[in-house]
């Protein structure tokens, strides 16, 4: 586990699972988001539980980033090889993103997070984010690609393990898994009804 310590938040990020990265105020409340948010990560890991008793093994400064909402900083582990099984992660959660839009309402509740956008808006959101993330590891995909064809360019760098660019390739993983997350319980939790 590492935080990310920022002027307005905190992000407690597993150090093992991509993704599963909650904020809060403090770094108590981020470690308590995190864990209250084991059991919808866990089955992206492709895990039934996970384990909730934290270890901080390392503390990094924020940036404005962080105080935005997105975590922002590469951890000593991120500069390690990328595990083999992480991009099945990425995998898990596209999946799930997938389902989640197909079935959800495209008119959702507004309020503080995303500051009021639809379905299709945050899915379009995604998408974009995922092409900008992917430049930082060296892959190119053209504006107005098919998802699918995005997606697979990104797993196909992914299993090369390319060079050291912009991003560490583990870091990259882990910050497009984490945004794919996010948007996936946003869309949940912000069904009408």
Do not use: N
Not at 78 to 90: E, Q, S, V
Not at 103 to 128: F, M, N, W, Y
Request: charged share 30%.
């Amino acid at each position: 586990m590492y935080v990310e310590v920022g002027a307005k938040k905190v992000f407690a990020c597993a150090v093992d699972w991509p993704g599963w990265e909650r904020s809060g105020r403090t770094e108590e409340a981020a470690l308590e988001a995190l864990a209250a948010h084991a059991g919808r990560y866990a089955p992206l890991a492709g895990r039934k539980r996970l384990d909730t008793s934290f270890e901080v093994v390392e503390r990094l400064p924020g940036t404005a980033t962080t105080d935005f909402g997105a975590p922002d900083a590469v951890c000593e582990a991120d500069r390690g090889p990328l595990p083999a099984a992480w991009p099945a992660i990425l995998e898990r959660a596209w999946a799930a993103f997938d389902e989640v839009v197909a079935r959800s309402s495209p008119v959702l509740t507004k309020g503080p997070r995303g500051g009021g956008r639809d379905r299709d808006q945050i899915a379009e959101h995604v998408a974009e984010a995922e092409r900008s993330y992917a430049r930082q590891i060296g892959v190119r995909v053209p504006p107005r690609t098919p998802w699918p064809e995005q997606r697979e360019a990104i797993i196909d760098a992914l299993r090369i393990r390319p060079p050291e660019q912009r991003w560490p390739v583990r870091y990259f993983l882990r910050r497009t898994t984490w945004h794919v997350v996010d948007h996936l319980w946003e869309i949940e939790d912000k069904q009408p009804g």
